[in-house]
């Protein structure tokens, strides 16, 4: 066996005759004189886990951003539901149901679940704040998503990591979010945590969310995706069906190394 | 089997029971309440039976009502990660002006319409000086505590500027009603028992502090802007990420906690019929004294307007009982100062415990 050929191994959703939610093709983007995507592609369709994975400077983070909106790509086209998109700002993204969760989270350590799930679209009722309609919809996006919380009304500050996390994703699915990008969901977890929140991701998929996971740890990337993509140097090398592949091939793509 | 599942109930049941208990002991109000009861016990059997007893709980009111206007607005600013030192400030300027005012104007028009120019003037003062400290805070990105400092001379310097040395206090004489009309004292004469338990000779003050705080807790708790003094206080930045206008809030409570300082000031004003420029002494450190007490987070995102209300209401008990108990009144700020050190330090502690909730 030669080397892998990953151009020919690849295996895009559209080419398998299902509708992407997100496609992203040849994306480019570089910070002054640092070419950090060369020709980035990656595709999700609903119901599915893509895996991003690739050393560190692969442009994983970058990707991620161009996608979220933080940053504006130099060149390459996003297409969201069958139609060619710009996403400029953060806002853009959240109006195509597109959501990133970061692992600084960005949650009021000091507030209640229910704030935090609520903060900046809270619900009113003649001006007055519905708490017993938050809390009741709190409940039921906690439920919804399997995880354990002792009680919407802890507050986050209490919470472990797992538990914060959970409380980051279950707001934007909370808020329609369709298409999820988290950034290493799972590096700040110990194994109990980290289990759970593959579950929530796994339960996430099952609602018919397109999610992309940056991760390093391939171990939990096996456990949960459906294919994954691999970056290096700043251009996708390959996307690898899981059932199709081992950590072994993987591993040979994210370094560029031809072992054999 | 069923006995065994009945034991687990009840055993659960209890668990429940013991941390709801727990949990309300973990109040910074429950905790506060207690203090304050067991402080009015040991101050009563200390030598002072009527410590605020029915004869003294009125006057006690009516002594704390001024700094209850200012000490809502500045827990609220506190809560969404601000700072106002300039209060004193702002409130002495406000008497002053109350007293310019009206040695300027008093017999050229009608007494109301003066007292109504008079009361707009000092509280224009009050939002004049909270725009300044809220647009050098957030569009100039100053710091809060400098600026208020700065902001606080300067007030207190035009006060003494405008007054020249002198305390004027040729007012309109209905202008005294504003801090000693006593609003129920018609009812008191209907209903005797409203004059036995003194509410009836209640001065206005004690009412507008009832309104600020009943609104302070609205706002704070039951509205969407309260939500958001909160989230911009625990997390700035992840609040403007979430779509809350941090700089809007923190504006609107400076903008607040410097018109209720001007409302304090006219209300001194009205009490002593004058009008001198260092009328109100050391306000700005009772009020963020007061509300750090009640549970208040220097750090933002934390306290409530109870726990403002009670802190002021133990500041002002200590200073009240010092007098009582004939104590040498020169001992009152080690006494206040004593406590403030014993509140921090107990929320570092309760902290490091993880145990505040």
Redesign the interface.
């Known amino acids: 066996m030669g080397a892998p050929q990953a151009e020919a191994r690849e295996a895009p959703a559209e080419s398998r005759g299902e509708k992407p939610l997100l496609v992203a093709r040849n994306i480019e983007k570089a910070y002054g004189t640092v070419q950090a995507l060369g020709s980035a592609q990656i595709d999700v369709r609903a119901g599915e886990i893509v895996a991003l994975v690739g050393d560190n400077g692969a442009g994983k983070s970058t990707l991620i951003k161009v996608l979220s909106g933080a940053h504006k790509p130099d060149a390459g086209e996003i297409i969201v539901r069958g139609q060619s998109v710009t996403i400029d700002n ?1 806002n853009d993204a959240f109006d195509l149901g597109i959501a990133t969760v970061y692992q600084d989270l ?6 209640d679940v229910v ?1 935090n799930l ?5 619900l ?1 009722r003649n ?3 519905d708490r017993r309609k938050m809390t009741a919809e709190a409940n039921q996006v906690v439920r919804q998503l399997k995880t354990n919380l002792p009680s919407v009304h802890t ?1 986050v ?2 919470l472990s990591g797992g538990q914060r996390q959970a409380v980051a994703i279950a707001r934007v699915v909370h808020f329609g979010a369709e298409i999820l990008l988290l950034d290493e969901p799972t590096a700040a977890l110990g194994v109990k945590e980290a289990h759970e929140m593959l579950t929530l991701i796994e339960h996430l998929k099952e609602q018919d969310k397109g999610i992309i996971v940056v991760s390093h740890n391939l171990a939990h990337v096996f456990r949960i995706c459906d294919r994954i993509t691999v970056l290096r140097h700043g251009r996708t090398v390959g996307t690898l069906i899981k059932e199709e592949t081992d950590s072994t091939e993987v591993v040979r793509m994210i370094t560029g190394a031809d072992l054999l | 089997m069923a006995v065994k599942q009945e034991e687990f109930d009840t055993s659960t049941d209890e668990a429940a029971s013991e941390s709801r208990w727990k949990r309300l002991l973990a109040q910074r109000e429950i905790q506060l309440l207690l203090v304050l009861v067991v402080f009015t016990i040991l101050v009563r059997l200390g030598g002072a039976p009527g410590f605020l007893g029915p004869t003294h709980f009125p006057i006690f009111l009516s002594q704390v009502a001024p700094d209850m206007l200012v000490v809502i607005p500045m827990a609220m600013l506190l809560i969404g990660g601000m700072f106002d030192l300039s209060v004193t400030g702002i409130a002495n300027l406000s008497v002053v002006l109350v007293g310019w005012t009206f040695s300027r104007l008093l017999g050229t028009m009608d007494d109301t319409l003066l007292i109504l120019l008079v009361v707009a003037i000092g509280l224009t003062a009050g939002l004049i000086v909270g725009v300044i400290n809220g647009f050098a805070v957030t569009r100039l990105r100053m710091n809060p505590l400098m600026t208020t400092l700065a902001t606080w001379w300067m007030a207190q310097g035009a006060a003494t500027g405008v007054a020249g040395g002198e305390s004027r206090h040729n007012f309109v004489g209905s202008f005294r009603d504003i801090a000693r009309f006593q609003p129920l004292r018609d009812l008191g004469e209907t209903f005797p028992f409203l004059q036995e338990m003194r509410i009836s000779t209640l001065p206005m003050p004690v009412f507008y502090a009832a309104v600020v705080i009943f609104l302070g807790w609205l706002v704070l ?4 802007f ?3 003094i ?2 911009a ?3 700035r ?3 403007a ?4 206008n941090v700089n809007r809030v923190t504006l609107i409570g400076f903008v607040a906690t410097g018109m209720a300082a001007a409302m304090c000031g006219i209300v001194w004003a009205s009490r002593l019929t004058s009008a001198p420029p260092n009328t109100l002494g050391g306000l700005e450190l009772r009020v963020i004294a007061a509300a750090v007490i009640g549970g208040a ?1 220097l750090t ?3 306290g409530s307007v109870l726990g403002a209300v009670l802190g002021l209401f133990f500041m002002h008990m200590i200073r009240s009982a010092t007098i009582q108990l004939g104590l040498p009144v020169y001992w009152e700020f080690f006494v206040l100062g004593a406590v403030l050190f014993t509140a921090v330090a107990f929320d570092a502690w309760s902290k490091r415990q ?1 145990a505040t ?1």
Do not use: C, K, M
Request: proline share 2%; charged share 20%; net charge positive.
């Open positions: 953060p960005a949650l009021l350590a000091t507030r704030a609520y903060v900046g679209r809270e009113t001006g007055i704040l507050r500050r209490h | 708790n039951r509205t969407r309260g939500w958001h909160f989230a206080g625990s997390d930045q992840g609040a990420l979430n779509g809350v987070a933002g995102g934390e993880g909730d």
